[in-house]
């Protein structure tokens, strides 16, 4: 074990130490949601640690959406004077996620940044690496909580799943057949953002005309995504409209429908950066569609990491930290905490975004 190891190791306890003395307090640390279970006591005035050593594992890599969240990670940790790597699977599969996490671990890396294929397949590599020292805060795409430190998401899940269905209502008039185009099957962020869907197509009225008749995964990976498409169009010649909640996935879905006899005729909506759709919105294949900004998202990941290496958070309900220029941030109910509200992208807006 390096001697920065032990000495990161140390410096939490050293801190809870001089913090009961001081008879500093902590909100939530009866929390056992997140990393809150832990005991640790958290410093809200300590300094951010330098040095950190930080690892980004995406669903995987090749995906400009995670480029450009790892290239918002790796601006918070370089300034932190710490030591930033970007490592993951061409596939966005656990399996494959695991020796990754396993390697890292045993590099004793001080954070893991993960988005992870799976709730649960993770989970013991997460508990050996934890063990080890290095805190993990997942980022986009959730674990149990219990696997993890932290989750930096990037919008409430909930309001992510109303969006993609109020855009889907408004362009195909309130009514019609509509299937999804998603990433993987066990994808934490995406299935929880369908399950949102499917709760509003039930109980909401504004969309008692709108029958979701089928839900097809390309598991991010672009030709997948591409022959899903075309599969979903000759399987229902009544589709009104596709939604895919996957940057992968809407614009391979983009790329077949503008080359189509589809075009304009089946309404494209979902999640994509505006640097992939922007042909779509300009060829009219695509109308709106919805993001956050996935730097500022890793940005905002690496802080929580750092923030979190260095004791000034545990991941109990209630801590505050400041994420540079992001401003303060508050970790809500079971180690979660949240970016902000998704924009949505139109021929009005989306060239005055750039990633
Ligand atoms: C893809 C990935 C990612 C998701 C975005 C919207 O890039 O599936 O997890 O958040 O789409």
Known sequence: MS????????????????????????????????????????????????????????????????????????????????????????DASASSQVSYIDTLSQQATDVILLSANDPNALCSSLEQARGAGTVVVTFDSDVDPGCRDLFVS??????????????????????????????????????????????????????????????????????????????????????????????????????????????????????????QMREYIEDGTVTEFALWDPTALGELAAWTGAAAASGIITGAEGETFTAGELGEYTVGADGVVTLGPPTRFNADNIDDYDF
Not at 160 to 179: D, H, K, N, P, Y
Request: hydrophobic share 35%; charged share 20%.
């Open 3 to 90: 001697r920065k190891r032990i000495l990161r190791l140390t410096t939490p306890l050293l801190a809870a130490a001089l913090l009961a003395a001081c008879g500093g307090t902590t909100q939530g640390d009866e929390d056992e949601g997140g990393g809150a279970g832990t005991g640790a006591t958290a410093d809200p005035d300590a300094d951010f640690q330098t040095g950190l050593s930080v690892a980004m594992l995406p669903k995987s890599v090749n995906n400009p959406y995670f480029e450009s969240s790892s290239a918002g990670a790796e601006s918070v940790v370089t300034g932190l004077e710490g030591t930033f790597e970007y490592t993951g699977p061409s």
């Open 154 to 275: 990037q919008v409430d899940g909930a309001e992510v799943g109303r969006a993609l269905l109020e855009m889907t209502a408004e362009q195909i008039g309130g009514s019609g057949q509509i299937a999804v185009l998603s990433a993987t099957a066990n994808a934490t962020n995406q299935n929880a953002w369908i399950a949102v869907m499917e709760e509003e197509l039930e109980s909401n009225p504004d969309y008692a005309d709108i029958e979701l008749v089928d839900v097809v995964y390309g598991d991010d990976e672009d030709e997948k995504s591409f022959s899903e498409t075309q599969g979903l169009l000759q399987a229902h010649p009544d589709l009104s409209a596709i939604v895919s909640p996957t940057t992968v996935g809407i614009a391979a879905a983009a790329r077949y429908l503008s080359g189509s006899q589809y075009q304009g005729e089946v309404a494209l909506t979902g999640l994509g950066t505006p640097n």
